[in-house]
């Protein structure tokens, strides 16, 4: 055996930093976290509800320092989201865990075959600043219900969540079962570097390539939650009131700053004033009573850097023929960006090249659905994708004729909170599902049982010598 495989042996805190004496006391706890009972882990998940509900204020307090939301936002799409996510693992974890038989087949007659649910071991969840508390939450919940240690490594970019998280988790978990670990892109890659089961990482498609290639390297599987330009359609036939609404709702939340926003919207040429006109509506009934915008109901930009990268999209846009046909101001003292909407984009726009992640929106229009199809195919599957109609002909054949991570069909945004519904993308927006049942599959190996009859093994006439049993193939053939 060799002994010096970080595989098997102790990791020393050289070249790895304090990050190694976590994951070694992780994994040295690892079998008495898997052993953990049904009971004892809902007592667990029950144990951080409470303490979330002790320390919301500070939670909220802490989202509004980060990134300015509102307390109500904040608490719907945050907290009162990770109340729900809890409650759903607690009443299902008996059905989860309980091994799940499954027939036998010709080949193993009289046997009898199950799939039994085991965590994967230690785990690293990777958390993203748009989101700091529900991304690094939803899936420590589905991790706990598993079986499994973890550490967590929330966003430097959202500082003050970041400490309220690890306060929290230092208060109701032991270093060696759940620990927190703030810091840079330096801690990041420390991390990285450790042999882990799983890694659970929400972000950039860019840097999703970068977790992939270095759980690679310890063959770990990951999750990868990541992006892209999540695509409206409007079509003919939809109320184009109703989607101006929740299409300006979705898509200025946390001021735009949400993975699955809407990045950009279809619109037929011939509605494309009327949209534009209602969206205007939306927007100012939302964010503009008196004719001011109201801060504390709409976001900030997270950093100086995010604030000018936005910037240089719509200059970039104007520069190559885009109007702005509403907002375009950006006010640095304080990172907000009024809600912008561009019409006329042409394809070498950046803007409609690079994943937005602020409130900026495209309006495109287009002659028949087929070029909405065309276009949709011919870039990244999205992460989701939107559609509105009241033609569910039309519906499907859209669905039927793309690809994307999850669809949502005369809302935005809203599949996500369906804990039934696996949450996740494919390809170039994400690797794997997670919420709810997905979730916990996700940080489970799904292994497999046979156990053979103990009063009649039929497998024994495979066995040599095969002389005389040319009547097996027989009965085989004839059998198939």
């Given at each position: 055996?060799?002994?010096?495989?970080?595989?098997?042996?102790?990791?020393t805190?050289?070249?790895?930093?304090?990050e190694?004496?976590?994951?070694?006391?992780?994994?040295q706890?690892?079998?008495?976290?898997?052993?953990?009972?049904i009971n004892?882990r809902?007592?667990?998940?029950?144990r951080?509800?409470?303490?979330?509900?002790?320390?919301?204020?500070a939670?909220?307090?802490?989202?509004?320092?980060?990134?300015?939301?509102?307390?109500?936002?904040?608490?719907?799409?945050?907290?009162?989201?990770?109340?729900?996510?809890?409650?759903?693992?607690?009443?299902?974890?008996?059905?989860?865990?309980?091994?799940?038989?499954?027939?036998?087949?010709?080949?193993?007659?009289?046997?009898s075959?199950y799939?039994?649910?085991?965590?994967k071991?230690?785990?690293?969840i990777?958390?993203?600043?748009?989101?700091?508390?529900q991304?690094?939450?939803?899936?420590l919940i589905s991790?706990?219900a598993?079986?499994?240690?973890?550490?967590?490594?929330?966003s430097?970019?959202?500082?003050?969540?970041?400490?309220?998280?690890?306060?929290?988790?230092?208060?109701?978990?032991?270093?060696?079962?759940?620990?927190?670990?703030?810091g840079?892109?330096?801690?990041?890659?420390?991390?990285?570097?450790?042999?882990?089961n799983?890694?659970?990482?929400?972000?950039?498609?860019r840097?999703?390539?970068?977790?992939?290639?270095?759980?690679?390297?310890?063959?770990?599987?990951?999750?990868?939650?990541?992006?892209?330009?999540?695509?409206?359609?409007?079509?003919?036939?939809a109320?184009?009131?109703?989607a101006?609404?929740?299409i300006?709702?979705?898509?200025?939340?946390?001021?735009?700053?949400?993975?699955?926003?809407?990045?950009?919207?279809?619109v037929?040429?011939?509605?494309?004033?009327?949209?534009?006109?209602?969206?205007?509506?939306?927007?100012?009934?939302?964010?503009?009573?008196g004719?001011?915008?109201?801060?504390?109901?709409?976001?900030?930009?997270v950093?100086?850097?995010?604030?000018?990268?936005?910037?240089?999209?719509?200059?970039?846009?104007?520069?190559?023929?885009?109007?702005?046909?509403?907002?375009g101001?950006?006010?640095?003292?304080?990172?907000?960006?009024h809600?912008?909407?561009?019409?006329g984009?042409?394809?070498?726009?950046l803007?409609?090249?690079?994943?937005?992640?602020?409130?900026?929106?495209?309006?495109?229009?287009?002659?028949?659905?087929?070029?909405?199809?065309?276009?949709?195919?011919?870039?990244d599957?999205?992460?989701?994708?939107?559609?509105?109609?009241?033609?569910?002909?039309?519906?499907?054949?859209?669905?039927r004729?793309?690809?994307?991570?999850?669809?949502?069909?005369n809302?935005?945004m809203?599949?996500?909170?369906?804990?039934?519904?696996?949450?996740?993308?494919?390809?170039?927006s994400g690797?794997?599902?997670s919420?709810?049942?997905?979730?916990f599959?996700?940080?489970?190996?799904?292994?497999?049982?046979?156990?053979?009859?103990?009063?009649?093994d039929?497998?024994?006439?495979?066995?040599?010598?095969y002389?005389?049993?040319?009547?097996?193939?027989?009965?085989l053939?004839?059998?198939?």
């Amino acid at each position: 055996m060799d002994t010096g495989s970080p595989l098997t042996a102790p990791l020393t805190e050289n070249g790895y930093g304090k990050e190694a004496g976590i994951f070694n006391a992780q994994k040295q706890n690892q079998l008495a976290v898997k052993l953990s009972t049904i009971n004892e882990r809902k007592a667990k998940l029950k144990r951080l509800k409470a303490a979330i509900q002790a320390n919301e204020k500070a939670i909220l307090d802490a989202l509004k320092s980060d990134l300015r939301k509102s307390a109500f936002e904040a608490a719907v799409f945050e907290v009162y989201f990770i109340h729900a996510e809890i409650d759903f693992a607690i009443k299902n974890l008996s059905v989860w865990m309980t091994p799940q038989p499954v027939p036998s087949n010709l080949m193993n007659l009289f046997t009898s075959s199950y799939i039994h649910y085991e965590p994967k071991g230690v785990c690293l969840i990777i958390a993203p600043w748009n989101y700091p508390f529900q991304l690094l939450m939803a899936p420590l919940i589905s991790a706990i219900a598993a079986g499994n240690c973890c550490i967590l490594k929330p966003s430097e970019l959202a500082p003050a969540t970041s400490a309220a998280v690890a306060k929290l988790i230092r208060e109701i978990f032991k270093e060696n079962e759940i620990a927190v670990v703030e810091g840079d892109a330096d801690v990041s890659t420390r991390l990285l570097a450790l042999p882990f089961n799983h890694i659970f990482f929400t972000g950039s498609t860019r840097i999703g390539k970068i977790v992939m290639s270095e759980a690679a390297k310890h063959l770990a599987s990951v999750t990868l939650e990541l992006g892209g330009k999540s695509p409206v359609v409007v079509d003919v036939k939809a109320d184009l009131k109703k989607a101006a609404a929740k299409i300006a709702w979705g898509k200025l939340a946390n001021a735009g700053q949400t993975c699955i926003a809407p990045d950009y919207v279809f619109v037929h040429e011939s509605q494309e004033d009327k949209f534009l006109e209602l969206l205007k509506d939306s927007i100012e009934k939302l964010y503009y009573p008196g004719g001011q915008i109201n801060k504390e109901n709409y976001g900030k930009i997270v950093s100086d850097g995010h604030f000018n990268r936005l910037r240089k999209l719509v200059a970039d846009a104007v520069s190559k023929g885009s109007e702005v046909k509403t907002g375009g101001l950006f006010e640095d003292g304080d990172r907000t960006i009024h809600p912008t909407v561009l019409t006329g984009l042409k394809a070498d726009a950046l803007i409609m090249q690079e994943e937005i992640f602020g409130p900026l929106l495209p309006v495109v229009t287009y002659k028949n659905i087929r070029e909405v199809i065309d276009y949709i195919n011919a870039h990244d599957k999205p992460l989701a994708m939107y559609i509105f109609s009241n033609s569910n002909r039309n519906v499907k054949n859209i669905i039927r004729h793309t690809s994307a991570g999850g669809t949502c069909v005369n809302d935005v945004m809203i599949h996500i909170s369906n804990p039934n519904l696996s949450f996740g993308g494919v390809n170039t927006s994400g690797v794997g599902g997670s919420h709810g049942f997905h979730g916990f599959k996700v940080f489970s190996h799904e292994r497999s049982v046979m156990h053979q009859s103990r009063w009649l093994d039929i497998g024994k006439i495979a066995y040599p010598p095969y002389t005389g049993k040319g009547w097996v193939l027989k009965l085989l053939k004839k059998l198939m």
